[in-house]
């Protein structure tokens, strides 16, 4: 198999690439089987993504054993969440750091929630800061709405609203449902609705419908409620 895989010319491979979505998937599995690690990390996730978690879990697991980070990662949330295997914080967050000290910013970012939240291992505020800093430096988004939380609620630094907004904007910028969201909450008190307004719904874009309706149970109880029809619910 590796062989034949091996011999695929690259007109070939960009061929498929651009063809079909059952040409696609066939390359990929054909390269998971082969033993391609990023084949199998591709290919764990659209397992993961139609349904299949535990067969994508076996892939993750294939690549991570390669030293794939991003498949290493995906096997820490598969352990956090339980997706086709069984719930297990402490291994979640070994996969997450070990990835975060190879230099993966997702992988900071899900071991900085990991600290903050105690989960796995012994709870630690400042050592999570530490990580949602190095992955923000790095520009992910959800790190820097993190940084941004710390800011504004006063852990580990000392509460400062200014740089929390600073930082929600960079991470709705960025593309954070939430950093957009935590911006929106900003404008609306600097007296903004109408910014605020388009941020709300750029927030539900992307937003889990969970997330539109604890925003819109916020908007309500904090005396904007004429601004939750701006957080339309997220199309499937």
Known sequence: MTESFDQISREDIAAR????????????????EAGVAEAQAVLGQMLLDTGDAAAGFGWFEKAARQGHLMALNMLGRCYDLGWGVAIDKARAADCFRIAADRGLDWAMYNYGTALALGEGLTEDKAAALGWFEKAAAM?????????????????????????????????????????????????IAAGDRAAARRWLARSAET????????????????GVAELADAMKEPTA
């Open 139 to 187: 520009g992910n988004a959800k790190a820097i709405n993190h940084v941004g939380s710390f800011h504004e609620d006063g852990w580990v630094v000392p509460r400062d609203v200014k740089k929390a907004a600073a930082f929600y904007a960079r991470a709705a910028e960025g593309g954070d449902f939430r950093g957009a969201f935590n911006h929106a909450r900003m404008l």
């Open 17 to 32: 690439l651009s063809g079909s979505p059952e040409a696609r998937a066939a390359l990929i599995r054909e390269g998971a």
């Open 207 to 222: 937003a889990t419908p969970a997330f539109v309706g604890k925003a819109k149970a916020w908007l309500a109880a904090n």
